[in-house]
């Protein structure tokens, strides 16, 4: 409590916020605004709480393994429709969380306000039309089943795709991977892509695939190691089928390449890393060449790496991560004696194959001397 000139308390001045009580709209604001942010991009927390579009319909979507087209039309459908209603479930909550702005009835509101609820009511009834338009006719109007029809033979119709879909969907051999707002699905005829709103279909016999960029992190979103994405284009002779790119791990690039019938054209000339060492290589590359640099005396020659016997040595290794008292990495003395290939490859020998997220933060011992060693210490010559 504040106190006077005298040292008397002063009574809290009514109607006066303090500086430590937050504003309970500001409150609900920001609360709603992640809840919508994480409901429509929907992360692995999300996903294991069950508060996910498929999880709070499942009665009425029906399995995916079951029927996999019907499934997703019902759930693009689902999904469309409720995240549409989302500003307006947030004008709702506000007339709760700020009773002062007189929300419940709109005509003693703001002109803001009206204009924000006009467009909340909107959007939800555009939707919801087009959402009974789309289930006409057995949902023989929905956009999933426009596509299908396109490869659809001239005397059959999109529910024979479907059908066909639906069958090979249920086989164990298909390839699936990625995050549930971007999966890759593979199946012995069908290459498709199913994200938030849309379901991409490509029939194999008809695509060009071609790489087009590939992007290195040392850390994956999951966990603490080094990870390449390769990113895809999928391109159909059919014209009435859309282009759509594909996203995937190169770690599962030749099973992807196992379940395709054509071949992959690298128009980028990505080198792909199909195995976890060949990832964290080209990470140990990275990292080492952001270090400093070792300047070798005028009067020492440099030799052969002992490692390959191919290239010139070019690491010297030096304790730069902390004091030399300090820390468990210990100063090596060995003269320069091995490239930066070979002394990434014995830095990823010596870890443990079952725990990769240790790699980048571990420290070996040095190949010749046994001195310990992070990555921090790897320099380059010049």
Sequence with gaps: MPRGPAGRKCASVPGLPSAAMESPAATFTLAYVVFAVCFVFTPNEFHSAGITVQNLLSGWLGSEDVSFIHHHIRRTTATMLLHSLLPLGYYIGMCFAAPEKK????????DGWKVYTLTAVILPTITSLLALYWSQKRWSKHPLAWILSCHALPQSGWWVVASSINTEF?????FATGVPGAR????DTWVMKVTTYWVYVAQQQDIHLTVTESRQHELSPDANTPVQFITIRVASINPKVRPFDIRLNSTEYGELREKLHA???NAANVVIHQTLSDIFLETFRSLVEANQYYELPSNQEVETCIGCMQTNANIKLVKYCQEPNEGECQQCYCRPMWCLTCMGKWFASRQDQQHPETWLSSQVPCPTCRAKFCIVDVCVIR
């Excluded at 929300?103 to 703001?110: D, E, K």
């Excluded at 890759?184 to 199946?187: A, L, P, Y």
């Design 103 to 110: 929300l419940y009835y709109i005509y003693t509101a703001s």
């Design 170 to 174: 249920r086989r164990i051999d298909k």
């Design 184 to 187: 890759v699905i593979v199946t």
């Design 263 to 265: 071949p992959i054209r």
